[in-house]
């Protein structure tokens, strides 16, 4: 089998080599080692998502713990308070006297103006010599009929956290804490209501970044993130839920002297987790059919470069084979390829040596001199191993192809790049953000091509990076700044760019330290033939586009700076165009 594979591989032709080489030792592991990572990657990202979720949900917890808190240490404090009992109990025989005690009574007004969390406290008693000021509220059938009502009842002293809808609540209140106040030296109790400002619980929310929902135990919704659920019911039994599209966590939020606490959900979508995820499985896709189509062109046009002096000399070989001696190949270079030629010549030239030497003998001697030649010519060709040339052959195509050039694969990475971006241009507005990535990657293909020549300097605001601006507005300008001024310096020179805002512009400046231009052509640098044809086309491009986008304010300004070189500038409002 393994013969076979060897025989096989021998007799087909290089092209195929090269390509089957490339698909079993590049493309095959490269596939799979990137097919791998960007899956690794995705799961990576939903479970730090999840996590992230089980956090939030936690942090919110706690936060929901301490808000309420206070209204416990409120209920608390009014269960003992002797003169409420009193207050509560008398029984008055006129409105004056309610309303003198009322007028002294303001512990309740206090505790709603010290604490933010709190909208109104009020007390329902059976006596109706009371009057309702919302806070003593004397007790009628339909609240002792209320299923509220009765479940303070019920509790027994204990807090209990519900729901209601009572006038006397604030709208800003979708949650309220209910409990019963025994006044045992009377023998009566009333109903406490604190109401709490779920607004304020709803301030918890927007520093998280998953949907999250706080319900009383009943299931209505009395706080949310998305406040389009607020006042709607929930209900779900278990504490952690695969749906088909989101996934579901659940806390109790048990509080202190309570007969039943509150639930607080974490509900996020997976597609929203995974979207990114998904981003990055696209472009790693993209980039790696993108990698395998620039490799497969690089490999032939490197296959090209050396196959056409291997053509050559089989071409001679094959003249040779036929007895023809005069056909020599004519290659440059010192390479393996080409000392296989120079010594092809040499032996040519031998064999065409020897054939002049036999021809010069006597004619007398010919027949036999004649025979013998043959003999000679047939032995040297004998010797010459066709297996042996096509073994050395593939030993310089192995070589080349193991060889690697670190140089030629980041500059093609950066072409790639280049090209990408171009084509992903819609004629639309662009970014400043995305046009440095093409000006970057242009830079870094000029550096390549300059042999290190070339050194830059970007300076950005970061405020400037999300601004519109016409798609490839200032990559003509670093371009024509390399053509006309670091090309023309000897030993390369250094090319700036900056940006920045100042008085609602943005403000871009390019310069560059090259031999610059005579002052009296500076008039003339926008000037070009209609047909395109003028030295600073790119210039004038760039100007008129300005011009029509902005206004004359916007215009290219070129200077000559004191210590040589070229300065190019303009400003551009930082909304966009002008429109």
Not at 66 to 92: C, F, H, P, R, W
Not at 278 to 301: E, N, Q, R
Request: proline share 2%; charged share 25%.
């Amino acid at each position: 089998m393994e013969n076979r594979a060897i025989k096989y591989f021998n007799t087909i032709g290089l092209r195929s080599k090269m390509l089957l080489s490339f698909i079993l030792l590049l493309i095959i592991p490269f596939t799979g080692i990137s097919f791998y990572m960007i899956k690794e990657s995705r799961n990576i990202l939903i479970e730090k998502s999840f996590k992230e979720s089980q956090e939030n949900l936690w942090r919110t917890h706690g936060r929901t713990v301490e808000a309420l808190g206070k209204a416990l240490k409120i209920s608390d404090k009014i269960s003992v308070m002797s003169e409420l009992g009193k207050i509560l109990n008398t029984k008055y025989k006129s409105h004056l006297d309610v309303f003198r005690v009322y007028h002294k009574f303001n512990v309740f007004r206090e505790f709603v103006d010290d604490n933010n969390e709190i909208t109104g406290i009020r007390i329902y008693m059976d006596n109706n010599t009371l009057l309702n000021n919302w806070e003593f509220i004397p007790l009628e059938k339909e609240v002792k009929d209320s299923l509220w009502y009765k479940e303070a009842i019920n509790a027994k002293g204990k807090n209990v956290w519900l729901s209601f809808n009572d006038i006397t609540k604030s709208a800003n209140s979708k949650l309220s804490l209910v409990r019963l106040i025994n006044f045992r030296e009377y023998g009566t109790f009333g109903v406490l209501v604190i109401d709490i400002d779920t607004n304020r619980l709803n301030t918890i929310f927007p520093e998280e970044s998953y949907e999250t929902f706080i319900t009383d135990h009943a299931g209505f919704i009395v706080s949310s993130s998305n406040k389009e659920r607020v006042g709607a019911y929930y209900n779900h039994s278990n504490p952690r839920v695969s749906l088909e599209n989101y996934k579901l966590s659940v806390a109790n939020i048990s509080l202190e002297n309570s007969v039943y606490g509150l639930k607080i959900y974490s509900l996020f979508s997976i597609s929203s987790i995974t979207r990114e995820a998904d981003l990055v499985w696209s472009f790693g896709i993209k980039s790696i059919l993108m990698v395998f189509f620039i490799a497969i062109v690089a490999m032939f046009s490197i296959y090209n470069l050396f196959v056409q002096r291997l053509i050559k000399v089989q071409t001679s070989m094959d003249i040779v084979a036929k007895g023809q001696f005069h056909s020599l190949i004519e290659i440059d270079g010192g390479d393996e390829i080409g000392k296989l030629a120079l010594h092809f010549n040499n032996m040519v030239e031998n064999i065409n040596r020897l054939i002049t030497e036999i021809e010069e003998t006597s004619s007398q001697k010919r027949d036999l001199e004649k025979h013998q030649n043959q003999i000679k010519l047939q032995m040297l060709a004998s010797q010459i191993n066709p297996h042996f040339l096509f073994n050395s052959l593939e030993a310089i195509r192995m070589k080349a192809h193991i060889d690697k050039q670190p140089e030629i694969a980041n500059i093609v990475k950066q072409l790639g790049r280049l090209m990408r971006n171009i084509l992903e241009i819609d004629g639309s507005w662009t970014t400043l953000r995305d046009e440095l990535l093409i000006i970057k990657s242009f830079l870094e293909i000029e550096k390549f091509r300059l042999d290190n020549n070339l050194s830059y300097n970007l300076d950005i605001e970061d405020g400037c990076l999300s601004l519109p601006i016409p798609p490839l507005i200032i990559q003509p300008l670093i371009e024509n700044a390399l053509i006309h001024g670091i090309e023309k310096k000897s030993g390369g020179g250094t090319l700036s760019l900056k940006v920045y805002l100042l008085d609602d512009y943005m403000n871009v400046s390019i310069e560059d330290d090259g031999p610059g231009m005579d002052p009296e052509n500076l008039s003339k640098i926008f000037s070009s033939n209609k047909d395109g044809k003028g030295v600073h086309i790119g210039l004038k491009n760039v100007d008129e586009r300005l011009r029509l986008s902005y206004g004359e304010q916007s215009r290219l300004k070129i200077s000559l700076p004191s210590s040589g070189g070229f300065h190019i500038e303009f400003k551009i409002p930082s909304g966009g165009n002008n429109d």
